[in-house]
């Protein structure tokens, strides 16, 4: 379980995080939605070490994640950034391999390899797997960074706007394999999502934020109603229910 | 051919361009000129790692090919205290301060302001390389005008003195100098030696390197200083070569095409010895002396700066 403890970051004299506390439970799809500047970035920013607190305490595994080694921690939690831009010679097998180097610091043994092979596969991605990531197209690159967080292997998976910049496809493509992920092997995923459809149809549990503050925190089918999703983001929604899946409609404002 | 059989081919080019150095031409009464040869190979040969290591990490830090170390303005300083301190003693300048005493106050001076300026700019949440960057930069422009002005109101004569310590020459290396340079530098590779795995992760980025566990924070500011220390030895031993680290890490990239830095570095080095063996090769045999290398490096580099520019606006 990832247990935030109320945490405040401010930027400047902005506050971002206001004594966030939330619990975020194991083996799930959670995401965190909210209108821009609502803080999303910056909880998951701070629950994977990128951003330090200004207050407060994230627990995984029972333990402040400020006393783990760097390389430990690196076992346990994983995160992904939306912007991954590089222009280097740098194959896809070379980049997934980096997912190992929390365990083995880059000098690869046969279990490596063989994780390696796993996450390779399990992305569909053994046919460009000699291929140069900056030749590749927006989503193979993406799941090219996704399989090297899957190599990496680790229970708690943090994902910054995964379906960014992707098309329809693409995004069902990479959510429903976040969902073979969570359900197949076991891990928790939180993410930071904007369409709001993704987020309903694809994760069990959501967190809202706005202002700073988680202000409402439930399983979806509680969240995603329309005066609980008005208050979140301040416009109206029609929800469409179809075969117990909710989808809604907030063109029209 | 595979990345062994080029390493190894760089290395039999540079050994018998070093072989030919030591031995063309050699007078009948050899032991004087074999050791004054042996010193200048060896201080081409230090100078040349020291630029081609702290060009290859400094790209990697800085995310980048056409930028390097000299960017932060560490040349200008050298420039500005050569220049003021012919300025404060005139022609008295070499019983004033001996070469040991500049060579280590050079040393002293660069790495206070690059110190300086990571204290102030790089601190651990707000790591922002890039306005560390753009400070140097002012800063060596500032520098380099302050010691313009300088060097218009000197006396000419001083000036000329002056100029000899503005290009990289290895004509007159000072031995007991090289002594300490060789051993600062040897550190430097030491100590950096452990982490090049670590400048593999730093290629994925800031935050891809602290998921897969590196402490970037300490890995950016360890390789920053060592940088730092490589090149105020090389330019006080030497001079400044401004346009060199480009022209050596990019045909580094171009030959071995990977991300490796347990090959990118060696290599650069290799790479480094043999473009410092040609020029110097071209300053002694085709123009008789009458050259610096630096200028030699400078037209060369700068050409290769040109099309690299180029090459980048194509795509």
């Given at each position: 379980m990832i247990q935030i403890e109320s945490l405040s970051k401010n930027f400047a004299e902005k506050?971002?995080?206001?004594e966030v506390s939330l619990s975020i439970p194991n083996g799930k799809i959670t995401s965190l939605v909210g209108?821009?500047?609502?803080?999303k970035s910056t909880l998951l920013g701070i629950i994977s070490r990128i951003l330090e607190p200004d207050q407060g305490a994230i627990i995984i595994s029972e333990k402040n994640?400020?006393?783990?080694?760097n390389r430990i921690l690196a076992q346990h939690l994983s995160i992904l950034k939306q912007s991954n831009h590089i222009n280097l010679k740098l194959t896809v097998r070379d980049l997934v391999s980096f997912g190992r180097f929390p365990y083995s610091q880059g000098r690869l043994t046969a279990e490596d390899e063989l994780k390696i092979d796993e996450a390779i596969a399990f992305l569909n991605l053994t046919e460009i797997a000699?291929?140069?990531?900056?030749?590749?197209?927006g989503g193979q690159r993406q799941r090219a960074f996704l399989a090297m967080v899957v190599a990496q292997d680790t229970d708690y998976i943090l994902l910054d706007e995964?379906?960014?910049?992707?098309d329809m496809k693409h995004s069902v493509q990479i959510m429903k394999i976040l969902k073979e992920l969570c359900q197949q092997k076991g891990k928790t995923i939180v993410m930071v999502i904007h369409d709001i459809n993704f987020a309903s149809y694809y994760s069990d549990y959501i967190a809202a934020m706005k202002g700073g503050q988680v202000i409402h925190f439930d399983k979806t089918e509680n969240i995603i109603e329309p005066h609980i999703l008005h208050d979140v983001f301040d416009i109206h929604f029609e929800i469409i229910e179809r075969g117990g899946r909710r989808i809604c409609n907030y063109y029209d404002n | 051919m595979s990345i062994k059989n080029k390493l190894i081919l760089l290395s039999l080019l540079c050994l018998g361009l070093l072989a030919f150095f030591l031995?063309?031409?050699?007078?009948?009464?050899w032991t004087y000129a074999f050791e004054k040869r042996s010193i200048k190979i060896a201080a081409m040969i230090m100078v040349a790692c020291c630029v081609a290591y702290s060009s290859v990490v400094f790209q990697t830090l800085t995310a980048n090919?056409?930028?390097?170390?000299?960017i932060m303005g560490f040349e200008s300083v050298y420039v500005l205290i050569q220049t003021v301190i012919v300025f404060l003693y005139g022609d008295k300048t070499f019983t004033a301060v001996n070469d040991k005493e500049n060579f280590f106050l050079s040393i002293l001076m660069m790495l206070g302001f690059a110190l300086l300026l990571f204290r102030f700019?790089?601190?651990?949440?707000?790591?922002?390389l890039y306005l560390l960057l753009l400070i140097g930069l002012v800063l060596g422009t500032l520098f380099r005008t302050l010691s313009s002005f300088l060097q218009l109101i000197i006396d000419p004569n001083e000036f000329l003195m002056l100029q000899g310590s503005m290009f990289a020459s290895?004509?007159?290396?000072n031995l007991e100098l090289f002594w300490y340079a060789l051993a600062i530098m040897l550190l430097c590779f030491v100590l950096g030696f452990r982490g090049f795995r670590n400048l593999d992760l730093v290629i994925l980025g800031r935050e891809n390197a602290i998921s897969l566990g590196l402490d970037y924070f300490k890995t950016v500011r360890l390789y920053l200083i060592l940088i730092s220390v490589l090149v105020a030895v090389s330019t006080a031993l030497v001079?400044?070569?401004?346009f060199f680290g480009i022209l050596v890490t990019n045909l580094t990239y171009e030959l071995f095409k990977t991300y490796k830095h347990a090959i990118l570095i060696p290599a650069c080095c290799l790479v480094s010895c043999l473009a410092l063996f040609c020029g110097q090769l071209v300053v002694e045999h085709v123009f008789n002396f009458n050259s610096t290398i630096s200028v030699i490096i400078n037209f060369v580099g700068g050409l290769y700066f040109m099309v690299l520019l180029l090459k980048v606006k194509k795509v």
């Open positions: 506050k971002v995080l206001k209108s821009n500047g609502a803080g994640i400020k006393e783990y080694k000699e291929d140069y990531i900056d030749e590749l197209s995964p379906l960014n910049n992707l | 031995l063309f031409d050699l007078p009948t009464n090919r056409i930028l390097t170390p000299s700019l790089f601190r651990k949440e707000k790591s922002n290895f004509n007159s290396i001079g400044p070569i401004t």
